[in-house]
């Protein structure tokens, strides 16, 4: 199925939370399901009809990991997108200076067209602007574009024919995927370069696509799926530029795996807080409830449930040992406001990629044609570049505690988890690679948001570089989830050194499954395979189970 789903990071004002009662909280604490509030709920293979307005991060994700989708325009909308195109139409026919209709574009926005050469035009602008470099966006990212491209002109705020949408959508329904160099973008007009090589080789037959998977000339592509080049008309080529697509693709995509990674980090916590001997008393309701943002508590009910009648916390219940280390004792407030931050996030790019971020604009119920800045992508820029900072502080705490894994000193576990110490090295690397991603993300965190170099002639003389903040954030959400893996890894490694003391119900199913791909090493291995796998099970979502039960 394709569901809409969409995080809230919100717990019920009524809840009160303790061991007693956490199956009530079970199942819907870290997204909440929606079929009925102008989100799309659609079946494999079968309509989904888009609005304008009823995209979610989630479904984006589906859309555009999934070739088994069939988008169409809802029925509502044919009505704007034609009054809006009739604007266009009677602008050009009365010979009124409408920027990006009959003007140039950018600096040269004073410059007059004919009216014979309005088509031209546009045309033109795409061709010129298509002079992106760098390595191609990964296909998952340029089928969000096309999505959100098609969504935002379907508002009827563009001015475009209804072929152009359906051609975008076409591409998508038939597989029909454009190369798009990564670079070019300061976010500001929107992502011009990408999305004119977006355009390009969907609309006119240039450059190259990926065909069911086959990277094919971009006429060859069209030939094979069915889709005819289509010329450009009056302010279409701009419609198609103009617009924050990239952006919103890769924040929509990063939101997602930046849940599946949050809600992972709480399993990788769970567990070390398990084989390290630690309290589970600092996830008190009571506790918390005295400072009481939404996401700690979250937290605090993953790690309570995943840690239930567990034995291993049972046998220190009395110890002598009055506080834990950070790492574990304030897992709900440094976990828990990386949540908070994801919901803040997620209805940032909710918003984007439901909104029409063209220039000029149409108010079809106005007969009338603003030029203003919903291209600029200031406001998802910095909420991607906020976004990473608390990925990469999600990787920082993680790497402590796969320090104190592997530190006998802080452990009392065997040097390094070795079934052989000083013959056998362990795991003594896998917290060398951790401190090496966290370092790395700590250079990524530089928001990219509050750079600006002036374009076009100084026209656009303040940019948002948002295009770098989505690109960072992918960085650093890949590399967090390998560190992640390495804490999983190294967990499970401890656990079977306090046999047969057994940990709490859901960290021993998460161990019982894990263990049927990743043995416990009894000898010095290479782990660099069993790392990638735990990383692309993080990736996939497959660990989500392990919190609901």
Partial sequence: MLQARYYTGIVPSTSILN??????????????????????????????????????????????????????????????????????????????????????????????????????????????????????????????????????????????????IEALINCLNRDLIPEVPSRGSVGASGDLAPSAHLVVLALMGEGHVYCQGRRLPAPDGLAEAGIMPLQLSAKEGLALLNGTQGIGALGALGVVGALRLTNAADIAGAFSLEVLMGSTRAFDSDLLALRPYQGPQITAVNVLRLTRNSKIVESHKNCGRIQDAYSLRCMPQVHGAVRDILGHVHQVVTVEINSATDNPVILPARSEIL?????????????????????????????????????????????FLAQDPGIGSGFMMNQVVAAALASENKVHSFPASVDSIPTSGNKEDHVSMGMYSGLKLH???????????????????????????????????????????????????????????????????????????
């Fill in 19 to 164: 061991p007693s009662n956490l199956d009530q909280f079970i199942g819907n604490l870290t997204f909440r399901r929606e079929g009925d509030q102008d989100k799309i709920t659609t079946a494999m293979g079968n309509p989904a009809a888009l609005t304008g307005t009823n995209l979610s991060p989630e479904l984006l994700h589906d859309i555009a990991h999934r070739r088994d989708v069939s988008l169409s325009v809802h029925a509502a909308a044919l009505e704007g997108i034609r009054q809006s195109r009739l604007v266009v139409e009677s602008t050009v026919s009365k010979l009124d200076a409408v920027y990006g209709i009959n003007t140039g574009f950018g600096k040269l926005s004073d410059v007059r067209i004919a009216p014979e050469d309005v088509d031209k035009l546009q045309i033109n602008l795409i061709r010129s602007h298509a002079c992106g470099v760098g390595d191609a966006l990964p296909l998952d990212v340029v089928r969000a574009m096309l999505a959100i491209r098609a969504n935002s002109l379907i508002r009827g705020c563009s001015g475009v024919r209804l072929e152009i």
């Fill in 371 to 415: 030029s203003g800045g919903n291209f600029h992508g200031a406001p998802i820029a910095m909420a991607l570049d906020y976004l990473t900072i608390a990925l990469t502080v999600l990787s920082t705490i993680s790497e402590r505690r796969i320090e104190r894994l592997v530190n006998p000193d802080l452990s009392g576990l065997p040097s």
């Fill in 475 to 549: 960085t650093v959400l890949k590399n967090t989830r390998l560190v992640i893996a390495n804490e999983l890894l190294c967990a499970a490694q401890a656990l079977n050194f306090l046999h047969p003391l057994t940990p709490g119900e859901g960290i021993q199913q998460f161990y019982s499954w894990m263990r049927q791909d990743v043995p416990f090493l009894a000898a010095d291995q290479s782990t660099a395979l069993y790392v990638n796998w735990l990383e692309k099970q993080i990736k996939e979502g497959a660990l989500e189970r392990f919190l609901r039960g």
